[in-house]
T-cell receptor
Framework: EAGVAQSPRYKIIEKRQSVAFWCNPI?????LYWYQQILGQGPKLLIQ????????DSQLPKDRFSAERLKGVDSTLKIQPAKLEDSAVYLC??????????????FGPGTRLTVL | AQSVTQLGSHVSVSEGALVLLRCNYS??????LFWYVQYPNQGLQLLLK??????LVKGINGFEAEFKKSETSFHLTKPSAHMSDAAEYFC?????????????FGAGTRLAVHP
């Protein structure tokens, strides 16, 4: 079974530029997550989709971040405009079930973003 | 609100020595607890999880963790460290919302294993 795929793996941009990350979850997984992992910290959930609906985006800076999940499969996360403090690893994860299950989350390798 | 605290951002052990990574939780309800491992340039991988039942949980790669309610702890151990165990380890707790769950991670502990 193929894992969670993310691209690009690395991205360097200047502040005020825009950037987009792509995630392809494990086939058939209903729930998709985007996390931000700042150096020296644990991952922080930005947004969670169940199928193609958002169930939690409480920690997504909506003035600059946006995310969508197309047809309940792939997802993109966009930052526009980027700030220095957005430098982090952006992790995508997916889990098979939706709802209040304790289903395992499977993580992709992440995209390391550096904002100069 | 649920949260976890990992004591020690860096732990260094000799190959063959006991590994002990500490995690304390805060939860107003019975917690669901997890340990994840992150190898360099890779995503997180589930090591083990505690939901209900037996308080000693065995995971992959010889790791285990014990849920101690009286101490609000969920420490991760391995009897004998291997060089390949060098990685970052994250403790996490589930926050249950209406209709979905949310993982709350600790800050992580980086484990170094030296010969």
């Amino acid at each position: 079974e193929a894992g969670v795929a993310q691209s690009p793996r690395y991205k360097i941009i200047e502040k005020r530029q825009s950037v987009a990350f792509w995630c392809n979850p494990i086939s058939g997984h209903a729930t998709l997550y985007w996390y931000q992992q700042i150096l020296g910290q644990g991952p922080k959930l930005l947004i969670q989709f169940q199928n193609n609906g958002v169930v939690d985006d409480s920690q997504l800076p909506k003035d600059r971040f946006s995310a969508e999940r197309l047809k309940g499969v792939d997802s993109t996360l966009k930052i526009q405009p980027a700030k220095l403090e957005d430098s982090a690893v952006y992790l995508c994860a997916s889990s098979r079930l939706a709802g209040v299950s304790l289903d395992t989350q499977y993580f992709g390798p992440g995209t390391r973003l550096t904002v100069l | 609100a649920q949260s976890v605290t990992q004591l020690g951002s860096h732990v260094s052990v000799s190959e063959g020595a006991l590994v002990l990574l500490r995690c304390n939780y805060s939860s107003s309800v019975p917690p669901y607890l997890f340990w994840y491992v992150q190898y360099p340039n890779q995503g997180l991988q589930l090591l083990l999880k505690y939901t209900t039942g037996a308080t000693l949980v065995k995971g992959i790669n010889g790791f285990e963790a014990e849920f101690k309610k009286s101490e609000t702890s969920f420490h991760l151990t391995k009897p004998s460290a291997h060089m390949s165990d060098a990685a970052e380890y994250f403790c996490a707790v589930i926050l249950v919302r209406g209709g979905y769950n949310k993982l709350i991670f600790g800050a992580g502990t980086r484990l170094a294993v030296h010969p």
